[in-house]
């Protein structure tokens, strides 16, 4: 098991996808030549040519709707968009065509792409460059969406969503993808549905997505540092569709709930875990669930209003102790 | 094109205007549901660009005043009727409607909602048949008011770009539901807009089905040859109002005279009688073997089928049983 960087997890998963199946395409603004702004493409440009990695227009509404078009024919298009703030742009295309394509024709016609985008906040990129829209995507009936927390979910995550016949939203972060971890020599697919249990514990749950499993490891620690406190931490890598099962078996286990997310509250992955949680296993609970979320503003630009709009683990612990009493 | 073939145009022709006002009163009887746009007036646009093309081989896309479009295509009347009365027989199981027609066997890639959302399609449909190397066209139907969206300056774009086989035709009947072209849009003429794109292309009255089917030989020829998209703009008129909740009070009586007075059925068919191809009386009797068809075929067909099961409503969703969901294990 190599340890390598978030990023180098998904171009490996680009470069062994496209050299499995000429149909696999690689589009979004800079991909090519420039490799990627986040180098994920880096190389497969002199690689598979210009008519596999294709460096669009900033178009992106349209070159959303071109790879969803061409995957009606079999192309298995990868398109990046350079930010999620962007992907504002394509919605009409993503909900209107990939989502509802398979249920509007009776089963005829399918929209298997890929849609990658960095998708959280950063450091003092101002409020246009900092929104957190997984809670959009996943409210969308007909499409997936899976956020890898690690270089190994990256590289098999995406190598299954390439695979699969259903649209898959992959929802990055742009703090991520110099982070380091092991990802498998061999060639791995992970499951596109489905939870990871990041840390055993056995007195509340930790639930979180992406960048926010790791506040949740570093908050776990300290909790059981200061007070003896066992958390388990979830991983909820799929967003869409959640995964019911997980949650139960983990809240049966230690009857009590935190949900940690980077977006606003409103609408959000907490409210949903929380409405499963009521739905899944209510009379578990030791304890009303919780959840810890960025407040409801646009993202300041000045660096202490940033860091106060945003959740991090000193939050989660101190979510915890409340709950606790403690 | 000879005038025998001419004559089966017509025919067909004739067919999708009964088709269309069975619809209408289809809809009266509320066998139809939701929004109903209709196509009388236009049909030397479809039918001459598709007498161009090779449907069934060629890939069709267009918006929601798709029927007569996908039966040009290939598709059964019957299954279109039926998809209209909800039905599980329809082409699209009964979930699709009116607006979203699909017959992917016949490539009818399908009638979409979003005016301008097929633009982009369009061009990626071309771009998979440029990366399979087959010599099928993408034709993309769509109306004026539909090049005021982004998809269209973005489509253009990016089919020039990269010299993708698609053919944009822009039915140009005038009006966005009830707003007349010059008072949404800067340049009237379509055809022109397309120049900033190095895009050739041409406008041609779209109530003649012989000059639609001429300028269309030449733009699928161009498009098929490998030289990339063209524009083809057809002038023509919508003869009822948008949809049927349009009341249709927007326009001047002297002007649907004038283009009442420029039917494509009644101007092929002049044309044919004029040369001795075609009598009246036979007209006549094609026109009652058609709505006799209608009747005993197609509305038969469509009343008699099933609705699908309310318990098969959760289908189509996602794909089914696909193993890489599990990480490829079967
Ligand atoms: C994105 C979007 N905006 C608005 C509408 C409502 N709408 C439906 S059809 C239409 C007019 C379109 O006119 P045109 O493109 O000329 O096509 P036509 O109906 O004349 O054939 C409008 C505004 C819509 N369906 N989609
Ligand atoms: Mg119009």
Redesign the interface.
């Given at each position: 098991m190599a340890e390598i960087m978030y990023w180098e997890a998904i171009r490996r998963a680009h470069d062994e996808e496209m050299a499995n199946d000429?149909?696999v395409?690689a589009m979004g603004e800079d991909i090519g030549v420039v490799g990627g702004t986040y180098k994920a493409t880096t190389g497969l440009y002199d690689k598979y040519g210009e008519?596999r990695v294709?460096d669009?227009?900033i178009?992106e509404?349209?070159?959303?709707?071109?790879?969803?078009?061409?995957?009606?024919?079999?192309?298995r298009p990868i398109i990046e968009i350079m930010s999620v703030n962007f992907a504002w742009l394509a919605m009409?295309?993503i909900f209107?065509?990939a989502a509802k394509?398979?249920?509007?024709?009776?089963?005829?016609?399918?929209a298997p792409v890929v849609i990658r985008s960095p998708g959280g906040t950063a450091h003092q990129l101002g409020s246009q460059h900092s929104a957190r829209m997984e809670k959009v995507f996943m409210g969308i009936?007909?499409l997936?969406v899976v956020t890898p927390s690690n270089p190994r979910q990256a590289y098999?995550l995406l190598k299954?969503?390439v695979?699969?016949?259903?649209p898959v939203f992959i929802n990055e972060h742009e703090l991520m993808y110099n982070m380091k971890g092991a990802v498998p020599d061999a060639e791995y697919?992970?499951?596109?549905?489905g939870s990871e249990v990041a840390r055993q514990g056995r007195d509340v749950t930790l639930f979180g997505y992406n960048i926010s499993v790791h506040w949740c490891l570093q908050a776990a620690e300290q909790l059981s540092k200061d007070h003896g406190i066992e958390a388990e931490v979830i991983d909820l890598y799929t967003l869409s569709p959640l995964d019911r099962e997980g949650i139960r078996n983990s809240v049966s286990k230690t009857h009590r709930a935190v949900i940690v997310e980077e977006a606003e509250p409103a609408v959000g992955v907490g409210a949903e875990v929380m409405a499963i949680i009521n739905e899944e296993c209510f009379f578990e609970l030791d304890a009303a669930p919780l959840r810890v979320s960025a407040l409801n503003i646009p993202i300041p630009y000045n660096h202490a209003l940033e860091k106060a709009a945003l959740p991090n683990a000193g939050d989660v612990v101190e979510a915890v102790r409340k709950m606790f009493g403690v | 094109m000879k005038n025998a073939e001419k004559k089966r145009v017509l025919r067909e022709m004739l067919f999708a205007r009964r088709f269309e006002e069975r619809c209408y009163e289809a809809y009266v009887e509320r066998n139809i549901g939701g929004f109903l746009h209709l196509y009388p007036g236009e049909e030397a646009c479809a039918f001459g660009v598709l007498e161009a093309a090779q449907p069934g081989h060629d890939y069709v896309?267009t918006s929601y005043r798709d029927h007569v479009h996908a039966i040009k295509s290939g598709s059964d009347p019957r299954r279109v009727m039926a998809e209209l009365f909800a039905k599980e027989t329809?082409?699209?199981?009964?979930?699709?409607?009116s607006m979203?027609i699909?017959?992917?066997?016949n490539r009818f890639?399908?009638g979409?909602?979003?005016v301008g959302?097929p633009?982009?399609?369009?061009?990626?449909?071309?771009?998979?048949?440029q990366?399979?190397g087959g010599d099928e066209i993408c034709i993309c139907f769509l109306g004026d008011a539909a090049n005021n969206q982004?998809?269209f300056h973005?489509?253009l774009?990016?089919a020039a770009?990269?010299n993708l086989p698609v053919l944009y035709v822009c039915e140009n009947n005038l009006y966005g539901i009830g707003t007349r072209i010059d008072r949404s849009t800067a340049v009237i003429d379509q055809y022109k807009r397309v120049s900033g794109y190095n895009i050739p292309s041409a406008q041609e009255d779209g109530q003649d089905f012989d000059l639609v089917y001429k300028a269309a030989s030449k733009a699928v020829k161009h498009v098929r040859s490998g030289k990339g998209p063209y524009f083809l703009e057809l002038m023509t008129y919508r003869y009822r109002g948008h949809s049927m909740s349009d009341s249709n009070a927007y326009r001047a009586k002297k002007e649907e005279r004038m283009w009442s007075g420029r039917d494509p059925l009644i101007i092929l068919r002049d044309r044919l009688i004029e040369a001795g191809e075609l009598t009246k009386e036979e007209f006549k009797d094609m026109d009652t073997e058609i709505l006799d068809e209608i009747e005993d075929e197609v509305i038969r067909f469509a009343t008699d089928s099933p609705e699908p099961p309310v318990s098969e409503v959760e289908?189509?969703?996602?794909?089914e049983n696909?193993p890489?969901?599990?990480?490829?294990?079967k």
């Open positions: 000429p149909m395409i008519d294709i669009t227009p178009s509404n349209g070159y959303t709707g071109l790879g969803i078009g061409a995957s009606f024919l079999g192309v009409d295309q209107n065509t394509v398979r249920y509007m024709s009776g089963g005829q016609l399918e009936a007909g997936r098999g299954s969503a695979r699969c016949n259903d697919f992970h499951p596109l549905e | 896309i329809g082409v699209s199981k009964g979930r699709g409607g979203h699909f017959d992917v066997a890639m399908g979409y909602a979003l959302g633009f982009p399609l369009a061009a990626g449909i071309a771009k998979g048949i990366m399979q982004g998809t973005e489509s774009n990016m770009l990269w289908q189509f969703v996602l794909a696909d890489w969901v599990r990480g490829g294990v």
